[in-house]
Structures are given as structure tokens and as C-alpha cells.
């Protein structure tokens, strides 16, 4: 009996190649459209579809697959005798190999331009009919989705006239993650184009992008994926330029670094150690931004990650390259500054595109058995409605130390409390218990620094003990959600010291 191989693909690459030697061990090679053209440009010997089915291809090639004489021929298990009966009697020859691809629609929906009505047109709809009753009758038949297989499997065909079952089982699976992959960026673009919030089902897709040496410790094992058309402004879109491969905390870490310097227009530097910011600094270029933010806290910087949204320039370097750090993440690095940085063979440099997004994905935690799904925390002070209720306002100069402290804090793990200046960040106290914990850490870190400095809370304060510890410490200025049933209480306490007060009625809880 012939053997038959069905090949359909959007990719071509390869695929000229991989059909000649296909007819080469003895296949009958069946086409359609573009594919067929492709082959038979190439010399291959290829039988069109239509030629198969005794059908045209209608509805402008909406159907063409779709056909007892082509879904007869791959799901028929080739073991059992009825079904060979089935095959003669109604004159379909069985499929032994194919090899689909499917519309290309997730190029489609990338272009900035795409329209609904070409969208829609790439929604592949005999394709995935196809490879998924290929797949499930892998006993039989051998399905090939992914051009990087077409070697193994004429390799195994030359070697024993067939692949083997382990490589049919493999390849299966490999097609239902594509046709799983596939539905899951459709369902997500329709679902997008409905309006529809929090869908009854949420499916989601990733593509690998590495495997990890290991996980936060080296006992457990973890791969790093990539999210199909996610955010630019993302450390798994980031080209890394110099260094050791990412590991899993590098990439946390990276990713938090990222989500805080994004808050600043003016050139900032931000410092990062176990997801937390260390320092924050801001300034009229990358190294006055640096030198701020390196001094904000001098000791844990040591080891950390450094997120840039400006060019490092030959001075930057030159400061950076004096400390040990993990990564640096910027836009841009001078052709100096690379030649600096990349004498520290470790270190890992990483740019990416800082431009602004179009819009925020969102956030997604997983629990033990389930799924968390938020929109990310994009309220700034200027959407929030700020009032003063304290007997003085505050000056100018700790406007914009509040205003600083309040981007810092929304990124600091709760319990957060942080001290700032107007162009730097001087103590930061994260996810502790209770409030006046985190402010006792971040007023010692401070220290005298603290004296007519500004400081920032997450959440409000149940208790006016903060607001007596920020006094001591000699703290002019406090920026807080409020919404206490005792805010009177702290209100009382700031006037009794003479500090202002802002509430925002905006909370920045980060767990």
C-alpha cells in the first residue's frame, strides 16, 4: 500500500528540503495551496488535496481539509481490520505522516495596524483539525509540528522504515501543546475584543525560554518562560549583552528593579536586593542618579541588581564597576561603559526597549492547586485624591521627597515603610509584622538623615505610634492612605510635632 504523507505548513522553512526526502524513502506527498506550490517549485512530486477529496476548495480555502477522505485516513487505526475494511470500501488510503503548521495568527495580531476581519481570518481551522486527530492516533501516525524535528524523524525512517512509538508519543504531545498554545492566544484575543474581565475559564500560554541551573535554592528545579506578545518593557524580552546566564532569583530580582524605575521620567537609578528596593536615586544623569542611590544604603547594595532608565555612560561604569553586583539593567550602555563593565566576567549587562506601554498585563500568582489574577497596581499620586488635614501643609522641597517616597513605597514588600529625600530614598523598612516595626527599621537605617526628610507608609496606621516614632527620628513630612477608624489620633499626634500630613485614600499593599 502507498504510503501517504499529508504536509500543510505556514513555516516553510525546511520544509522543501524534508518533502524531497520524504519522496526519496517512498512517500506519495499530499499539498495544498501555498505549501503545494512551494513543493512543487522545489521539484518535489506532490498530489493537491482537491485531487484526494474530488472536492474543489471553496469558501476562499475556508475548507479544503475537511473531508472524509482526508480525517478517514488519519483516524483509522491501522491494526484493526474494520477499519482497513472501512478504508476499501470507501476507497480512502490511510496517512502514515504529517506534518502541519498552523496560520500564522500570532503574527497577525502583533502588527500595530491588525483589524478584527484579518484577525479572524488567521484563526486556522483545518490545521488543528488535522494535527489533533493526527495525535491522537500517534499509534499510527506520525505528526510533525515544529520544523527542528523534521531531522530526527527521517532519521529514524531511514534507520527502520518508521519512527519509533516514543517519538510518535513525543511529537503528539508536542502537537497538543501547539494547538492548546494556539486556542489559548485566541481565546485571549477574543476575549480582550469582548470586553470580558474575568472570563469563567482563563487560559493562559508560555513559551520556554530557558531552563534553570535551579530554583531560589539549589535543591529545586525551575525554567524561566516567556509570555507570546507580553510586555517589551520586560526582563524575559531583555537582550543580555555580557555575563553568566540568569538564574531564578536574578530574574525576580530584575523584574522588581524594572517595575520601580519605570515610575521615574527624570534619569533614576534603583537598587534591588531579594525583590525589595535598597536605594532609589534620582538626578540629572545616570551617575549623579547612581551616586544617590548607592548611598541611600552603601552595605546591601553589595551583591544586588542596578536598574537604569538612561544610558550608562564611561562614568557610570567606572562607579559600577568598583561594587559587586549581580546585573545591570539599562536602555542603553556607551560603547565605553560596555568595554568597562564587561572586564568583570560575571556580570551580567541586560538592556531592553524603556518605552511607554500600551497597556498593563495582568498580574498572575500561583497558590498551591489555583491561580490569583489582578490588574497591576498602576494608581499614581496624580490619579489619587490627596487631602492635607494636618495644621500645615508641606513646603515645596517635601512635596517632592513625599512624591518620591510614595512611587518607592507601592514597591517595597508590606508591611513598608520608607524615608526619602526630595531626590533620593534614605531608609526603607519591608515586610515586616506591624507598621511601626518597618518605620523603627527604616528611621534607623535613616538615621540623622532622617531629620526634615519624608516618609511614606503602604497602608494607613491604626495607631498614632508610627507618627510618634517618624517625630523622634525628626521626620517633617508623612504621605499615607488613611481610612483608620483612628486617623484622628495620628492626625492629632503630627499636629502636637508640627508635621504635615497628606492622605492619598489610596492603598499600596504588596505581599
Partial sequence: MTKRALISVSDKN?????????????????????????LAEGGVPVVGISEVTGFPEILEGRVKTLHPKIHGGLLAKAGEESHRQQLEEHDITPIELVCVNLYPFQQTIAKPDVSVEDAIENIDIGGPAMLRASAKNHEYITVVVDPEDYQTVLNEYRESGRT?????????????RHTASYDAMIAEYMTNLAGEENPEKLTVTYELKQTLRYGENPHQKAAFYRKPLGSPFSVANAEQLHGKELSYNNINDADAALQIVKEFSEPAAVAVKHMNPCGVGVGSSAFEAFTKAFAADPVSIFGGIIAFNAEVDAETAGKLREIFLE??????????????LQSKKNLRLL??????????????????GGLLSQDQDMFGLEEATVSVLTKREPTEEEWEALKLGWKVVKHVKSNAIVV???DATIGIGAGQMNRVGAAKIALEQAGRKAEGAALASDAFFPMDDTVEAAAKAGITAIIQPGGSIRD?????????????MVFTGVRHFKH
Fill in 420 to 422: 526619602a529625600g526630595k
Fill in 488 to 500: 484622628e489620633d495620628s492626625i492629632k499626634k503630627a499636629d502636637e510635632y508640627g508635621i504635615a
Fill in 164 to 176: 519509533q512509538a516514543a517519538t510518535r508519543r513525543r511529537l503528539a504531545a508536542k502537537v497538543f
Fill in 351 to 368: 538592556t531592553l526597549p524603556f518605552e511607554q506601554e500600551k497597556q498593563h498585563e495582568r498580574k498572575l500568582t500561583s497558590i498551591e
Fill in 327 to 340: 546585573i545591570i539593567i539599562a536602555p542603553s550602555f556607551s560603547a565605553e561603559a560596555l568595554e568597562i
Fill in 14 to 38: 525546511g520544509i522543501v528540503e524534508f518533502a524531497r526526502e520524504l519522496a526519496q524513502l517512498g512517500f506519495e506527498i499530499v499539498s495544498t495551496g501555498g505549501t503545494k506550490k512551494a
